[in-house]
Antibody
Framework: EVQLVESGGGLVQPGRSMKLSCAAS????????MAWVRQAPTKGLEWVAT????????YYRDSVKGRFTISRDNAKSTLYLQMNSLRSEDTATYYC??????????WGQGVMVTVSS | DIQMTQSPASLSASLGETVSIECLAS??????LAWYQQKPGKSPQLLIY???SLQDGVPSRFSGSGSGTQYSLKINSLESEDAATYFC?????????FGAGTKLELK
């Protein structure tokens, strides 16, 4: 059974940093691209970043480019999202997703990030 | 960026009815369109990929169709468990973009 378990969220002040982790199990992690998708409270879904199966390629939405870094450790089957210079508009539930070819086929339960002073 | 215009924003239907949800892309997305169901407090679940392929384990009353810029999700014979918000996703090019969502209420 595919499982994606996020951790590392919480309350953080504007301008500070936070790192999210996603522990994957139930599939061969190193065979799949992975992504982060977020959802602001009562809002729609927003793709944040994608990393290829081997980590050689990364893609970001413009609003997080230069501030967020997606990475992975295939030996640990873990995905990361380093978030720097956080803004109030980054407040959201962040979902770790497995990317099968292009679409997202499995999602974690999500982790809440609140950026507020 | 490719814009995804989803309609309607909400709809109310009765058990056993059939409903359709539409997504219009701002440019051709070559069938790279997925549909998701999200229930309150839960993560999205994949229903349809490549516009019309049914994800394993998803009931056959869900179906997808379309091409080019116009796509639709049809739900036949509505059941109570279908009450949820539905989103489309274009995965043709980055940045991937979602529709704003359709909230389906069962009468």
């Amino acid at each position: 059974e595919v499982q994606l378990v996020e951790s590392g969220g919480g309350l953080v002040q504007p301008g500070r940093s936070m790192k999210l982790s996603c522990a994957a199990s139930g599939f061969t992690f190193s065979n799949y691209g992975m992504a982060w998708v977020r959802q602001a409270p009562t809002k729609g879904l927003e793709w944040v970043a994608t990393i290829s199966y081997d980590g050689s390629s990364t893609y970001y939405r413009d609003s997080v480019k230069g501030r967020f870094t997606i990475s992975r450790d295939n030996a640990k089957s873990t995905l990361y999202l380093q978030m720097n210079s956080l803004r109030s508009e980054d407040t959201a539930t962040y979902y770790c997703t497995r990317q099968r070819y292009y679409y997202f086929d499995y999602w974690g339960q999500g982790v809440m990030v609140t950026v507020s002073s | 960026d490719i814009q995804m215009t989803q309609s309607p924003a909400s709809l109310s239907a009765s058990l056993g009815e059939t409903v359709s949800i539409e997504c219009l892309a701002s440019e051709d997305i070559y069938n790279n369109l997925a549909w998701y169901q999200q229930k309150p407090g839960k993560s999205p679940q994949l229903l349809i990929y490549y516009a019309s392929s049914l994800q394993d384990g998803v009931p056959s009353r869900f179906s997808g169709s379309g091409s080019g810029t116009q796509y639709s999700l049809k739900i036949n014979s509505l059941e109570s468990e279908d009450a949820a918000t539905y989103f489309c996703l274009q995965d043709s090019e980055y940045p991937y973009t979602f529709g704003a969502g359709t909230k389906l209420e069962l009468k």
